[in-house]
């Protein structure tokens, strides 16, 4: 479990960086939600904690792929693939994330740093 | 409607037959090609694919395993429209009879005028000019770039990193001026010089020279550039002269109404090829960005499928990116609708900033130079702002 940040430091609306590897993205959503996903998009390097947050979506900032940050699911191109999903939890106010062992779906040209 | 035909399978014609599936549409879909390439991303062909960084597999738009359940028919162009009759004719000699018309035949590169088929002169708008372009940059060789638009500026900044020598001849004072205005794009023209990129403005190519090879670019003012390889980047020209005679009207573009309805009913044209009305600007404009075929794929989709009564959103600005050597570039709105412009975050000079452009009080365009956090915040701003008639 890693530990992100205070929960009262992530307002709604918000979105923060992890510098895990790869990055993560943790998002609080007007709803009230805490979601986390890999921050790096699946099509091209973008940061998608940079994007736009709309409901349970992320839009990607460079070429508005959207994805559902409950499931991973792309819901525009131009990326192809769904980004991974990871497990929050609250403790004690403090937002953690569970990293998924799933294989990431990293673009074309970016590898892991422990790879690298 | 029992059978669409959409013309044109690359961006807008896949993404509106996506649609159309996506709006409930079930009859027969058929998708006619010129290319025989299945639908492929053109953006990465001047940046990563130039640069050998992605290979042609990640530039398929569809995804793995997508099933449209369509008729492909790549390969093979269509060469004239009974727009009342409803039929395609193809180079084949075949025809399709359909209920419903998608044209998305998006645009070529256009060309000068007297290459007198030389070799070593290229343009860039497909998979194959891009495959003959990579093979010739090679390290060391010379690049004349003629055209500082989009295209030229990307290619230019690709061919400098695999180490060609490039200059990158624009009639204008920088290059990108056009859309981004002369001060601003003097920041990317900055960029072009520090990074090695010879440039020569203000300047007009007369004539090609060599025989058999091209070996050099002659300019108004007598300068010769020697060149090994010359790359053509002066715009595009819409792909509708297929369409003469049909009835639809055609001006720089296929004429249609803000849902991308034609004048002939169960006809519709989206994307490059295409000129919608816009309220805000006045008049039919083309736009040619990826985005601008994105959104529209949806709405005239949803034209096509409710006769012409589903009623549009007002059109939102025009949002497109560009990738220069390590550069973001990202630019919404109409530079030419604006009396200001302000850089309102980092500066020119640092190749990271934020200029805003004002009409009066009123933001009409925004221009991000690796922003990428504060430029998504803007463009939001800009596509939810009320849309005023220009
Ligand atoms: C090198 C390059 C880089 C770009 N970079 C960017 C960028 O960074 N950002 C951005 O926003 N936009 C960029 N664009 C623009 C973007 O790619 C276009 O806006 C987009 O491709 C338009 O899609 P389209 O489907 O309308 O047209 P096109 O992609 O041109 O596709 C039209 C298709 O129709 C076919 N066709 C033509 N005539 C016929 C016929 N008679 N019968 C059958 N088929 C026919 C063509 O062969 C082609 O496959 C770039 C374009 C190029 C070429
Ligand atoms: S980098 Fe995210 S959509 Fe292209």
Redesign the interface.
């Given at each position: 479990m890693i530990p992100a940040c205070p929960l009262a430091s992530l307002p709604r609306g918000e979105a923060l960086r992890l510098e895990a590897d790869p990055p993560i993205a943790v998002f609080h959503t007007e709803e009230g939600e805490i979601l986390a996903i890999d921050d790096t998009c699946t099509h091209?390097d973008?940061?998608l904690a940079?994007?736009?947050l709309e409901g349970c979506e992320i839009?990607c900032?460079?070429?508005?792929s959207r994805f559902d940050l409950r499931t991973g699911r792309v819901d525009?191109?131009?990326a192809?693939?769904p980004v991974r999903t990871h497990q929050v939890v609250i403790e004690d106010d403090v937002i953690y994330v569970v990293p998924s062992e799933e294989e990431p779906n990293l673009p074309?040209?970016v590898t892991l740093k422990g790879q690298a | 409607m029992n059978t669409v035909c959409v013309v044109g399978a690359s961006l807008a014609g896949l993404?509106t037959a996506r649609a159309l599936r996506g709006q409930g549409y079930t009859g027969r879909l058929v998708l006619v090609g010129e290319e025989r390439h299945r639908p492929y991303?053109r953006p990465p062909l001047s940046k990563?694919f130039l640069r050998g960084?992605?290979?042609e597999a990640?530039l398929?738009?569809?995804?793995?395993g997508e099933e449209l359940d369509a008729e492909w028919r790549l390969g093979v162009a269509a060469t004239g429209l009974d727009a009342v009759a409803r039929r395609v004719t193809l180079s084949d000699a075949t025809s399709i009879r359909a209920d419903g018309i998608v044209i998305a035949t998006g645009a070529s590169a256009r060309t000068l005028r007297d290459s007198r088929g030389l070799a070593g002169v290229h343009t860039l708008r497909t998979l194959d000019d891009a495959r003959a372009l990579r093979r010739e940059l090679g390290e060391g060789r010379r690049l004349v770039v003629i055209g500082g638009g989009f295209i030229g500026a990307e290619v230019a900044a690709t061919a400098c990193e695999l180490g060609l020598e490039v200059t990158l001849v624009e009639s204008g004072p920088a290059p990108l001026a056009g859309v981004l205005g002369a001060p601003m794009a003097e920041a990317i023209a900055t960029l072009h010089e520090r990074r090695g990129v010879r440039l020569v403005r203000g300047a007009y190519v007369t004539e090609l020279t060599g025989a058999g090879r091209v070996d050099g670019v002659r300019l108004a003012d007598g300068a010769h550039l020697p060149a090994d390889v010359v790359v053509v980047g002066i715009g595009a020209i819409p792909n509708i002269s297929w369409l003469e005679g049909s009835g639809l009207e055609l001006g720089d573009g296929v004429l249609c109404d803000e849902g991308g309805g034609t004048r002939v009913p169960g006809v519709v044209a989206v994307g490059d090829c295409a000129a919608w009305f816009d309220l805000a600007q006045g008049g039919h404009h083309r736009i040619e960005h990826?985005?601008g075929a994105?959104q529209r794929a949806a709405v005239a989709a949803a034209t096509l499928l409710s006769g012409g009564t589903a009623r549009p959103e007002p059109a939102r600005p025009p949002?497109f990116?560009s990738d220069q050597f390590d550069i973001?570039i990202?630019f919404i709105g109409h530079a030419g609708h604006a009396d200001s412009v302000t850089v309102e975050e980092g500066d020119l000079a640092g190749h990271s900033f934020l200029a805003v452009y004002r009409q009066g009080e009123r933001p009409v365009a925004v221009l991000g130079v690796n922003q990428?956090?504060l430029?998504?915040r803007w463009?939001?701003h800009l596509e939810t702002a009320p849309v005023q008639a220009g």
């Open positions: 091209q973008a940061s940079d994007g736009w839009e900032p460079l070429h508005a525009a191109p131009p192809k693939r074309p040209g | 993404l991303d990563d960084a992605v290979g990640d398929a738009l569809e995804g793995e990826w985005t994105r949002y990116w973001k990202q990428v956090r430029f998504t463009r939001r």
